[in-house]
């Protein structure tokens, strides 16, 4: 009776209409919520601003660096598409529009997946579980420690990627395959993980053969696919570096070592537990009820590759979360069919996580962000305000945010576009005076800095400068790093950084460089002169 007089008077909020409206919006708080646990800006971000700043205001990419002191080569930007819209976003919004972008992408990607899991089996089961996406969107934005990156577009043409293959598969309607070349022009030109969709292409092809499926068209687009990738701002030059720094190895930055490195054994534990989840729902199906014959051969394709690749490397990780949820997720809820859940389960659990999402984008805050520790923030401000120009050393990974505070009044010796820019000797020799191995000192005699910033946690390389008096002094030391200046150049007075945290937000985004007006970088003088060197 009352149920009965509820639905008469409150039928909307019953309606399949209002509880996908729900759903959708929830899963938009949620994407919000995940998305803006960020505590730290990328290390590559300043780059990816300066990058996309040439661009809008000089309709040119930036083919040769401008930034560094050492040996270069020319630029190979397969970002500049992704740093446009970074700089677009900040240069209108600020730091809030980069949390939007996130926030976005991230909410896309998530909303394409609920469509790809919506075509392989609505007609079977439940595909607005929300529980399912909130264990996934914990999962898939585990790299996303620092505020938006360029992979973020990778994801999201990924997983529209498979959403269209998959309504393919469903329908049959092979005429979608034409989407996929412009898509790709596109993606190309915003981040090198487009060689991710052409994986995923020549995935679809070999197993839709091996399931005795019209194939044909699959590696007709896969064979022209490729060829979009001629089209970007540097020709065939750009795909010639593409294959290479797809093919190099990486093994100096954290996230392209295996997920259970001695580092990495305790952390992305959310993931490893997923990730096992699906292997066992998997292998349990497999072991009631296996045919090779009447296997979906693109599925195991897929789903070992993606795996495979995640467990080789942390950065691929959101692939597999993506490819997993695709093809598990009615797996999922079958092998959960056999247990009866309390009618209220479900209530409760959306009435949680809605607190969940509305708390956690309640108490954020959501001025930019200043970590001390991540950034040598009080030390690159040392330098500026007292004007210590010269050759500075700091770590790679920070590299590209003293550019962005400092130039010109300093050129650093490399940041973390190193395969895009600089010889592969020069990270060999940072590494080794970073943790003082043999031929520490190749560093002072290839490219001497003179003005280093270092992190007091590398202790060897610390006392050594500090106790190397003959030539270096240490002019400033925050709570995380020193200032040590060459003696040539060091002076008696030096004003000391401001120590108001309200300063440090109000300009951690400010820069120096600029393309127009009086005082612009001449990009014509930068990509004429890259030319004359070579």
Same mark, same amino acid.
Request: proline share 3%; aromatic share 18%; with cysteine.
């Given at each position: 009776?009352?149920?009965?007089?509820? &639905?008469?008077?409150?039928?909307?909020?019953?309606?399949?209409?209002?509880?996908?409206?729900?759903?959708?919006?929830?899963?938009?708080?949620?994407?919000?919520?995940?998305?803006?646990?960020?505590?730290? &800006?990328?290390?590559?971000?300043?780059?990816?601003?300066?990058?996309?700043?040439?661009?809008?205001?000089?309709?040119?990419?930036?083919?040769?660096?401008?930034?560094?002191?050492?040996?270069?080569?020319?630029?190979?930007?397969?970002?500049?598409?992704?740093?446009?819209?970074?700089?677009?976003?900040?240069?209108?919004?600020?730091?809030?529009?980069?949390?939007?972008?996130?926030?976005?992408?991230?909410?896309?990607?998530?909303?394409?997946?609920?469509?790809?899991?919506?075509?392989?089996?609505?007609?079977?089961?439940?595909?607005?579980?929300?529980?399912? &996406?909130?264990?996934?969107?914990?999962?898939?934005?585990?790299?996303?420690?620092?505020?938006?990156?360029?992979?973020?577009?990778?994801?999201?043409? @990924?997983?529209?990627?498979?959403?269209?293959?998959?309504?393919?598969?469903?329908? =049959?309607?092979?005429?979608?395959?034409?989407? @996929?070349?412009?898509?790709?022009?596109?993606?190309?030109?915003?981040?090198?993980?487009?060689?991710?969709?052409?994986?995923?292409?020549?995935?679809?092809?070999?197993?839709?053969?091996?399931?005795?499926?019209?194939?044909?068209?699959?590696?007709?687009?896969?064979?022209?696919?490729?060829?979009?990738?001629?089209?970007?701002?540097? =020709?065939?030059?750009?795909?010639?570096?593409? $294959? /290479?720094?797809?093919?190099?190895?990486?093994?100096?930055?954290?996230?392209?070592?295996?997920?259970?490195?001695?580092?990495? !054994?305790?952390?992305?534990?959310?993931?490893?537990?997923?990730?096992?989840?699906?292997?066992? $729902?998997?292998?349990?199906?497999?072991?009631?009820? @296996?045919?090779?014959?009447?296997?979906?051969?693109?599925?195991? $394709?897929?789903?070992?590759?993606?795996?495979?690749?995640?467990?080789?490397?942390? /950065?691929?990780?959101?692939?597999?979360?993506?490819? =997993?949820?695709?093809?598990?997720?009615?797996?999922?809820?079958?092998?959960?069919?056999? !247990?009866?859940?309390?009618?209220?389960?479900?209530?409760?659990?959306?009435?949680?996580?809605?607190?969940?999402?509305?708390?956690?984008?309640?108490?954020?805050?959501?001025?930019?962000?200043?970590?001390?520790?991540?950034?040598?923030?009080?030390?690159?401000?040392?330098?500026?305000?007292?004007?210590?120009? =010269?050759?500075?050393?700091?770590? @790679?990974? $920070?590299?590209?945010?003293?550019?962005?505070?400092?130039?010109?009044?300093?050129?650093?010796?490399?940041?973390?576009?190193?395969?895009?820019?600089?010889?592969?000797?020069?990270?060999?020799?940072?590494?080794?005076? !970073?943790?003082?191995?043999?031929?520490?000192?190749?560093?002072?005699?290839?490219?001497?800095?003179?003005?280093?910033?270092?992190?007091?946690?590398?202790?060897?390389?610390?006392?050594?400068?500090?106790?190397?008096?003959?030539?270096?002094?240490?002019?400033?030391?925050?709570?995380?790093?020193?200032?040590?200046?060459?003696?040539?150049?060091?002076?008696?007075?030096?004003?000391?950084?401001?120590?108001?945290?309200? !300063?440090?937000?109000?300009?951690?985004?400010?820069?120096?460089?600029?393309?127009?007006?009086?005082?612009?970088?001449?990009?014509?003088?930068?990509?004429?002169?890259?030319?004359?060197?070579?």
């Amino acid at each position: 009776m009352i149920k009965d007089y509820l &639905y008469s008077k409150f039928d909307f909020i019953f309606s399949t209409n209002f509880k996908t409206a729900f759903f959708y919006l929830l899963l938009f708080l949620l994407s919000a919520a995940i998305a803006v646990k960020s505590v730290n &800006y990328d290390f590559d971000l300043w780059a990816r601003l300066i990058a996309g700043m040439a661009v809008v205001q000089t309709g040119q990419v930036l083919k040769y660096d401008f930034l560094s002191y050492t040996p270069t080569h020319p630029w190979y930007d397969h970002e500049w598409g992704s740093s446009v819209v970074f700089y677009l976003f900040e240069h209108y919004l600020g730091h809030t529009g980069l949390l939007i972008l996130q926030i976005l992408l991230i909410f896309l990607t998530m909303f394409f997946l609920v469509k790809t899991v919506k075509v392989r089996c609505a007609e079977n089961c439940d595909y607005k579980n929300i529980l399912i &996406y909130f264990i996934i969107l914990n999962c898939f934005t585990v790299t996303y420690s620092s505020l938006i990156r360029c992979h973020s577009f990778t994801f999201l043409f @990924f997983i529209i990627e498979l959403y269209i293959l998959e309504l393919i598969r469903k329908n =049959g309607n092979y005429k979608l395959l034409m989407i @996929f070349p412009p898509m790709f022009l596109i993606w190309g030109n915003m981040h090198g993980g487009v060689v991710s969709g052409l994986g995923l292409l020549v995935m679809y092809t070999i197993g839709e053969a091996l399931n005795k499926k019209t194939f044909k068209y699959y590696l007709i687009t896969a064979i022209i696919c490729p060829l979009m990738l001629f089209i970007n701002p540097y =020709g065939i030059e750009f795909v010639k570096f593409l $294959i /290479k720094a797809v093919t190099m190895p990486r093994h100096h930055v954290v996230e392209w070592w295996h997920i259970f490195t001695k580092y990495n !054994y305790n952390l992305f534990l959310s993931f490893k537990f997923m990730a096992l989840f699906y292997i066992i $729902i998997e292998a349990l199906k497999c072991k009631n009820n @296996f045919s090779y014959k009447a296997s979906d051969k693109t599925k195991i $394709i897929v789903l070992l590759v993606t795996l495979f690749l995640a467990v080789k490397h942390v /950065k691929m990780m959101p692939f597999f979360a993506l490819t =997993g949820t695709v093809f598990c997720y009615e797996d999922v809820l079958n092998f959960f069919k056999k !247990y009866t859940f309390p009618k209220w389960g479900m209530p409760s659990l959306v009435t949680f996580l809605t607190f969940f999402a509305v708390v956690s984008l309640a108490i954020k805050d959501y001025r930019p962000m200043v970590n001390f520790k991540a950034y040598p923030i009080m030390e690159v401000e040392f330098l500026r305000i007292n004007h210590i120009e =010269g050759k500075l050393l700091t770590n @790679f990974g $920070i590299g590209s945010f003293a550019s962005y505070k400092l130039y010109p009044q300093n050129k650093i010796y490399m940041d973390g576009r190193y395969e895009e820019v600089y010889e592969d000797y020069l990270l060999e020799d940072l590494s080794k005076f !970073y943790t003082m191995q043999n031929g520490a000192l190749n560093i002072f005699l290839n490219n001497k800095p003179d003005i280093i910033i270092l992190e007091n946690s590398y202790k060897s390389a610390y006392d050594f400068l500090k106790n190397n008096t003959s030539e270096w002094r240490v002019v400033f030391e925050g709570m995380y790093y020193g200032v040590f200046v060459n003696k040539k150049i060091a002076r008696d007075n030096y004003i000391p950084p401001s120590g108001d945290l309200k !300063y440090y937000k109000k300009t951690i985004l400010n820069t120096m460089i600029t393309f127009k007006g009086p005082n612009r970088i001449k990009i014509e003088e930068i990509n004429n002169r890259g030319k004359v060197s070579e």
